[in-house]
C-alpha cells in the first residue's frame, strides 16, 4: 500500500486514482472473504483508510456533500479499529468513497461491473420452471441480451433461444451485463419461425407484443415460450403469426406519452407477471 505521505506529493487525479483503486480492492476483499469480517483488514490498514479520508476531506475541490462523506467514513472506519462487527457500514464507506473517485477521475462504473466476488454462478442452485422458454428474436444490442439473460435466470427460466440475428451472448458487454448467467442457463440460437422449415415449437408459444390481451388479464401457460421482438421492429409477421395461433399475445399497459418500455425492462415485467402466475 502506497504510504500517505507519497500520495500527497502526487497530482491530484493521480492521487485521486490510486486511493479510489486502494478502497476498490479493499472492498473486493470484504465481498470475497467466507465470512464477511471487518477483521480481514488489520490496523495499519484501516488507520490508512482513516487518513485517506481525510486527506480526501481536506480537498476543496471537492463538494460540500462528498466532503460530508470523507468525514463521516473517516468516523466509520474509526470504530472499526474497536468495533468490527458493523460490516455493512463499513462497507458502504468504501463503496460510496470508490465511487466518488470514480466520478472525479472521469471513470464511471456500471451496475453490472463485478465488484464483489468472481461472476461465477453455481447452476446447481437454480430454481427451474420446467417447460418455461423465452424467444429472443433479432434482439440486436449485447447490453439488452445480457440483461434478458440475466431475468430468464431470476425467474427461472428453463432455456432461453436465441434467433440468428440476436447478439452473441458471449460478447463482452453480454456477458458485463449477463454477470455470469450466460454461462448457467441453457440456451441456444435457433430460427424457430424460419420460412424454409414447417416445423413448429414442440410447446405453445405466445407473444409479448403491443395490441394484446392486458397483462393482468392473460392467461399464462404452465409450459410455453414467450417471444419477444426487437425494440425497432417487434415481433416479426412469421412468429407473431404463430403466436396468434397458438396463445396469442400478451401486452403490458402503459401511461406514459412514451408508450414503449426497453425491451429488457418489458421482457422483466412479463416474465415476473408469468412466474407469479404458475405459484401452486
Known amino acids: 500500500m502506497i504510504p500517505l505521505y507519497k500520495l500527497e506529493k502526487l497530482p491530484r487525479v493521480q492521487k485521486l486514482r490510486k486511493i479510489a483503486k486502494v478502497f476498490s480492492f479493499a472492498e473486493n476483499r470484504l ?4 465470512e464477511k469480517n471487518i477483521g480481514i483488514f488489520p490496523e495499519g490498514e484501516i488507520s490508512f483508510f482513516i487518513d485517506a479520508a481525510k486527506l480526501l476531506a481536506s480537498d476543496s475541490l471537492f463538494s460540500a456533500d462528498a466532503q460530508k462523506v470523507f468525514i463521516e467514513a473517516a468516523g466509520i472506519f474509526q470504530a472499526a479499529l474497536t468495533d468490527k462487527k458493523n460490516v455493512s457500514l463499513f462497507h458502504r464507506a468504501l463503496n460510496n468513497i470508490k465511487h466518488i473517485l470514480f466520478a472525479e477521475t472521469g471513470r464511471e462504473q456500471a451496475d453490472w461491473d463485478f465488484t464483489c466476488g468472481d461472476g461465477k454462478l453455481d447452476a ?3 430454481q427451474v420452471m420446467e417447460g418455461m422458454q423465452v424467444y429472443l428474436e433479432d434482439i440486436r444490442s449485447p447490453f439488452n441480451v445480457g440483461a434478458m439473460f440475466r431475468t430468464a435466470e431470476s425467474f427461472g427460466v428453463e432455456k432461453i433461444i436465441l434467433s ?3 447478439a452473441d451472448p458471449h460478447h463482452q458487454r453480454s456477458q458485463r451485463t449477463s454477470m455470469g448467467c450466460v454461462e448457467i442457463i441453457p440456451w441456444e440460437k435457433q430460427d424457430l419461425f424460419s420460412a424454409s422449415d414447417n416445423s413448429q415449437p414442440f410447446l405453445p408459444v405466445f407473444a409479448l407484443e403491443t395490441g394484446g390481451i392486458p397483462l393482468a388479464e392473460f392467461s399464462f401457460p404452465r409450459r410455453g415460450i414467450m417471444i ?3 425494440e425497432e421492429l417487434g415481433v416479426s409477421p ?7 395461433a397458438s396463445l396469442g399475445r400478451v401486452s403490458i399497459p402503459s401511461y ?3 408508450a414503449s418500455l426497453n425491451v429488457s425492462v418489458a421482457f422483466g415485467i412479463a416474465l415476473q407477471a408469468w412466474r407469479s402466475n404458475m405459484r401452486p
Request: charged content about 15%; aromatic content about 4%; overall charge positive.
Open 124 to 126: 446447481h442452485k437454480r
Open 228 to 230: 419477444t421482438g426487437s
Open 164 to 166: 440468428p440475428f440476436c
Open 31 to 34: 465481498c470475497l472473504a467466507s
Open 238 to 244: 412469421r412468429a407473431l403469426a404463430a403466436a396468434n
Open 256 to 258: 406514459g406519452t412514451k
